[in-house]
Every structure is written in C-alpha cells, then in structure tokens.
C-alpha cells in the first residue's frame, strides 16, 4: 500500500470516527475510502469493521464525562451488543449482498424519522410509565430493542449508529450526549465481536486496517466534545435529517 493511500485511509478515518461518534455513519467515508485505496469489497468491508473498533476507544475517552456512573447500563448494553455482533457477523458472511442494499436505506430512514418524533415518543413513554406508577425504564425492550439494532451494526455497519442513537435517546430520559456515548460504546461492542469473527473467517488488510483505525480514534475522541458542547434539538434534527439523505441517495443508488 503506497504513500497516497495510507494518507487517504488516516484522513477517511478522521471523518469516519468523527462521523460515528456523533451519528453513527462510519462507513460513509470509510468504506468508500477502502474500495479507493484498491480493496475489493468483501475485504473492504472486513478491514473497516477490524478498524472501526478504534472508534470505541477514541469515542470513550471522548465521552468520559458521560459515561461516569453508567456502569449497570453498559453492563447491559455490552452484553446485548456482544449478542448482536455475534449475529451481525454471521448474517454479513451468508447473506446476498443485494439485501445490504435494500435493507441499509430503510434502517437508516427509520433511526432518522425516530430521531424526528423523539419527543413526542419521549413524552407517550412518560405517560404509560406514571400510569403504572414508577418511573420510565428501558426493561427488556430496550435489552430487545439493542439486541435487535446492534445485529444490523455488525451486519450493515452505515447506519446502524443512528437506529441506535433514536432508540437510547426515547428509552432513557437523559440528555442526547448520555445517549450518545452509550451508543457508541454498544457499537464498539457489536463490531468488536464482529471483527474477531472477521480476523478469524474472512480477509482483513491489516496495513489498511492500521491506517484506518489510526484516523479513526482521533475523530471518535473529538466526536463527543461537539455533541457536548452543540445545542440538542439542532443537532438531533441535523443528525435525522443527513441520514435521510443518505437513505434517499442509497435507495436511488440500489434501484
């Protein structure tokens, strides 16, 4: 791999691990950025999950403010995100790739409308939660809901984080920046597991993966710091609506 290409992966690594420690659109700039560099697209796809698992180490540092307490959430939210990974990875190795393209546009049309009516979803779950008399709690539909989403992280990779950015941002009643860094932590998990199976079944080019992960931790530590320091709602709604566009672009692209 020449000069040229390894400055191009640690620059798509900086976009990408800015990109999904915010809203969860890694593989925009990362994947593209592979196939540029003269990956085929099954190894592509396999040396940017190995990569991407940068982003779950710049990401925490990033967030550390968020995560102080958090330790029973992501006790859970691991444990679903290892499921799912797990999953993810299985589903990406035996599964058409013409199903990436028509399932990718819809996951991530769905986190955008979510992200959208967040607060109207936010405040139906407060209601049924004071008609039961106790506070609002994710239980095990959250558990469902993440095991559920974090198998797409490990299977899809675009998009995935902003499924589940919508979904920690309804369930729990903190602030966008505690969602944030609960997702990219659940992310971090799902692809980890999903780059152990990929090291250990498919072909990974580790002088890419090295450069990618490079860029990556960079962008995923400054990441955390904008979504602390921007206002909410603007940055929510930019978040849904860059990912319904990306949505529209891919589902024109794959029709």
Do not use: C, W
């Given at each position: 791999?020449?000069?040229t290409?390894v400055?191009?992966?640690?620059g798509?690594?900086?976009?990408?691990?800015l990109a999904s420690s915010v809203?969860?659109?890694?593989?925009?700039?990362?994947y593209?950025?592979?196939l540029?560099?003269?990956?085929?697209?099954?190894?592509?796809?396999m040396t940017?999950?190995v990569a991407m698992?940068a982003?779950?180490?710049?990401?925490a540092g990033g967030?550390?403010?968020?995560?102080r307490?958090?330790g029973?959430?992501?006790?859970?939210?691991?444990?679903?995100a290892?499921?799912g990974?797990?999953?993810?990875?299985?589903l990406l190795?035996?599964?058409?790739?013409?199903?990436f393209e028509v399932v990718v546009?819809w996951?991530i049309?769905?986190?955008?409308?979510l992200?959208?009516?967040?607060?109207?979803?936010?405040?139906?779950?407060d209601?049924?939660?004071?008609?039961?008399g106790?506070?609002r709690s994710?239980g095990?539909?959250?558990?469902?809901?993440f095991?559920?989403?974090?198998?797409?992280?490990?299977?899809?990779?675009?998009g995935a984080?902003?499924m589940?950015?919508?979904?920690?941002s309804i369930?729990?009643?903190?602030?966008?920046?505690?969602?944030?860094?609960?997702?990219?932590?659940?992310?971090g998990?799902a692809?980890g597991?999903a780059?152990?199976?990929f090291a250990?079944?498919?072909p990974v080019?580790w002088?890419?993966?090295?450069s990618l992960?490079?860029g990556?931790f960079?962008?995923a530590w400054l990441g955390p710091?904008?979504?602390?320091?921007?206002?909410e709602?603007p940055?929510?709604?930019g978040?849904?609506?860059?990912?319904?566009g990306?949505?529209?672009h891919?589902?024109v692209q794959a029709?």
């Open positions: 791999m020449d000069v290409s400055a191009l992966l640690s798509a690594g900086v976009a990408a691990g809203a969860g659109l890694a593989s925009l700039f990362s593209p950025a592979l540029a560099a003269g990956l085929p697209p099954l190894t592509a796809n940017n999950t698992l982003t779950t180490l710049g990401a967030s550390r403010h968020e995560l307490g958090q029973r959430r992501l006790g859970k939210i691991v444990a679903a290892t499921v990974g797990s999953a993810g990875a299985a190795l035996t599964t058409p790739a013409d199903t546009p996951l049309a769905l986190g955008s409308v992200l959208l009516l967040r607060d109207r979803l936010r405040q139906a779950a209601i049924r939660a004071a008609r039961r106790r506070e994710p095990a539909g959250f558990a469902a809901a095991v559920a989403v974090t198998i797409y992280s490990g299977y899809f990779g675009a984080g902003i589940m950015l919508a979904v920690l369930s729990l009643p903190d602030r966008l920046p505690v969602a944030n860094a609960l997702k990219n932590i659940a992310s998990a692809n597991t780059a152990i199976a250990i079944l498919a080019n002088t890419a993966a090295v992960a490079a990556s960079l962008g710091m904008l979504v602390r320091r921007l206002p709602r940055l929510r709604i978040i849904a609506l860059a990912g319904l990306l949505a529209t891919l589902l029709l």
